[in-house]
């Protein structure tokens, strides 16, 4: 399996998890930390996969990015939009905040499967070429007609 990883972003765990990768000599892991807009493209297209192991992201535009890149994506379950925009096992995987042997099962099956990957990224660009403003005040609406039924009951 011949990979490489690349850290995009300055967040907190970033020293420890380069202290951790220099400990046990790691090999294949690039911390590119923040970058601005007119930067971060040229990581999302050289990108198979897209994995965000946020802790807490209630709408994270950086998902809706990779999706427009046609990335494959692999999720943690606190991601807010991640069950608008995963469909299990169609364009990605969502796997359990804290559960590594989960994060990295599905790591392997698409690092294993190029064909899926690529599968996997022309799904998630399909499903986010679907998402507008007209759709988002659709789902407003669909919202607020369910609010106004629970509360005529």
Same mark, same amino acid.
């Given at each position: 399996? &011949?990979?490489?990883?690349?850290?995009?972003?300055?967040?907190?765990?970033?020293?420890?998890?380069?202290? #951790?990768?220099?400990?046990?000599? *790691?090999? %294949?892991?690039?911390?590119?930390?923040?970058? &601005?807009?007119?930067?971060?493209?040229?990581? @999302?297209?050289?990108?198979?996969? @897209?994995?965000?192991?946020? $802790?807490?992201?209630?709408?994270?535009?950086?998902? /809706?990015?990779?999706?427009?890149?046609?990335?494959? !994506?692999?999720?943690? &379950?606190?991601?807010?939009?991640?069950?608008?925009?995963?469909?299990?096992?169609? %364009?990605? #995987?969502?796997?359990?905040?804290? /559960?590594?042997?989960?994060?990295?099962? @599905?790591?392997?099956? !698409?690092?294993? %499967?190029?064909?899926?990957?690529? $599968?996997?990224?022309?799904?998630?660009?399909? *499903?986010?070429?679907?998402? &507008?403003?007209? $759709?988002?005040?659709?789902?407003?609406?669909?919202?607020?007609? @369910? *609010?106004?039924?629970?509360? %005529?009951?």
């Amino acid at each position: 399996m &011949n990979a490489e990883l690349v850290f995009v972003g300055d967040g907190i765990l970033k020293k420890s998890l380069e202290r #951790y990768v220099r400990k046990n000599s *790691i090999k %294949n892991v690039h911390f590119v930390g923040f970058q &601005n807009m007119s930067k971060v493209s040229k990581f @999302y297209s050289i990108a198979d996969i @897209y994995v965000s192991c946020s $802790e807490w992201d209630v709408a994270s535009k950086a998902l /809706n990015e990779a999706m427009n890149f046609r990335l494959a !994506l692999i999720l943690c &379950n606190t991601l807010g939009t991640a069950f608008d925009l995963v469909k299990e096992g169609k %364009n990605g #995987y969502i796997f359990p905040l804290g /559960n590594t042997d989960k994060l990295a099962f @599905y790591l392997k099956d !698409l690092i294993k %499967n190029k064909d899926k990957i690529r $599968e996997f990224g022309e799904e998630s660009f399909k *499903i986010v070429s679907k998402w &507008n403003f007209d $759709e988002e005040v659709k789902g407003l609406i669909r919202a607020l007609d @369910y *609010i106004s039924s629970e509360k %005529n009951d």
